[in-house]
């Protein structure tokens, strides 16, 4: 019988939520969240989402609205584009001045 070890997976590891607050999806990302009929889901959720198929005024809106949950997230999830969390980095180094 063959193991299979974790660390050998193509796919990525699963990330733990962090931010598990349920809150209500803003109308400008029901598209990124269609699965979610009632419009309410994680705040991880929606933040991720947000960078990952967002334009970038809803990543400064959504960035804006949750700084550190932004920040905290593009460091934990590798699939964000690298312009992404440029920006993010950016608004948040300078933000700190």
């Keep these: 019988m063959s193991t299979f070890k974790k660390q050998n997976s193509p796919f990525p590891s699963r990330v733990k939520w962090t931010y598990t607050q ?4 803003p109308k400008r990302f029901w598209t990124f969240l269609w699965d979610h009929p009632d419009h309410k889901a994680l705040l ?9 198929y967002g334009s970038f005024k809803d990543i400064q809106w959504i960035y804006k ?6 920040f905290t997230i593009i460091n ?3 699939d964000i584009e690298r ?11 300078n933000s700190l001045h």
């Design 22 to 25: 349920i809150v209500q999806v």
């Design 44 to 52: 991880e959720k929606i933040i991720y989402k947000t960078l990952i």
């Design 65 to 70: 609205k949750y700084p550190e949950e932004c």
């Design 76 to 78: 934990n999830y590798t």
């Design 83 to 93: 312009g992404v969390k440029f920006w993010i980095k950016y608004w948040h180094e």
